[in-house]
């Protein structure tokens, strides 16, 4: 196993530096205590990116995150750049990155804390043991598809066009990805379409359906998205992996975070490339950027499937849950997630806390 890996720290816009910070105080502690080398390029994305160089994505920024083991992103947006035309927008650096590194699947898993079941706006009993992975295909459907974009007709008024397109091949590889990730969890699939409505999510349902048959051991139902948006705040625990495309994952992914008590929560693994990016499903909350206040745990959280799917080890990844697990078991709560009773904390002292039981837990 290696001991030297080159992490791209991608810090973007918003709260994105301040949940970096702390996930770097944990880097930190991996690196001393497992007698590692982890060697941080920070380089600006997003907002950062535009004002840096005039563009979301600078091409520097893309060759250290190529050239890295790993990238590690915070978050990008916010409202100054909001005006920008399409192509400059700070999101388009996060798009960029995916299709460049070709990180076509995405998965988001939404798990509950014990002591967050309180913290949820469902009943206790709808969502407490709650475990769900949301495979989300990333580099395809309508968030990629051609044509696009805003024309003005000949009689001056506009029109905007979307196109939702899959190739059997872009839905076979992402299907195998939520079947093979279901194996290791409670084999269950729930593949979502739109199958009697759209003709590409149609063929979505076809390939998945055939995909299956090479994973046999694995159940596979299908379910239209708008019955899944209601069966997740209905039952979501009937839930294990949800497999589905870029948008309706988008979308998805969002409710689902939601179960588990706060979006802040849940971090993010997109893979499929030679190098795996990993970040918070959060965006980059300029409210209260720079505050202090922001939740940095889902961050931290990604750090930890860091270990696990681009340096293939699962212990860090063990020990950063169990920490978060303790630290909010000790009554800590960011802004995001507090509730009668509890110690609030801001973003630094969450992290500092996580770091004091990592401690405990690292060899
Ligand atoms: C996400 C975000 C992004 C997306 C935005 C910021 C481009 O919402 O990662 O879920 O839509 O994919
Ligand atoms: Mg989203």
Known sequence: MKNEYNIALLPGDGIGPEVSGEAVKVLKVLESKLGLTLKLNEVPVGGAGDEATGHPLPDDSLE????????????????QWENLDFSLRPERALLGLRSSLKLYANLRPAKIFPALVEA???????????????????TGGIYFGEPRGVETLADGSRKGVNTLVYSEEEIDRIARVGFDVARKRKKNVVSVDKANVLECTGLWREVVGKVHQDFQDVVLSNMYVDNCAMQLVRNPKQFDVILTTNMFGDILSDEASMLTGSIGMLPSASVGGETGMYEPIHGSAPDIAGKNMANPLAMILSVGMMFKYSFDREEPNEWIESAVEAVLDRGCRTLDIMSKGMKEVGTRAMGDFIVQELEARVK
């Open 120 to 138: 949820s706006t469902l009943k206790q009993e709808v969502v407490e043991g709650l475990d769900i992975l949301v495979v989300r295909e990333l």
């Open 64 to 79: 250290t995150a190529r050239k890295a083991d790993a990238v590690l992103l915070g978050a990008v947006g916010g409202p």
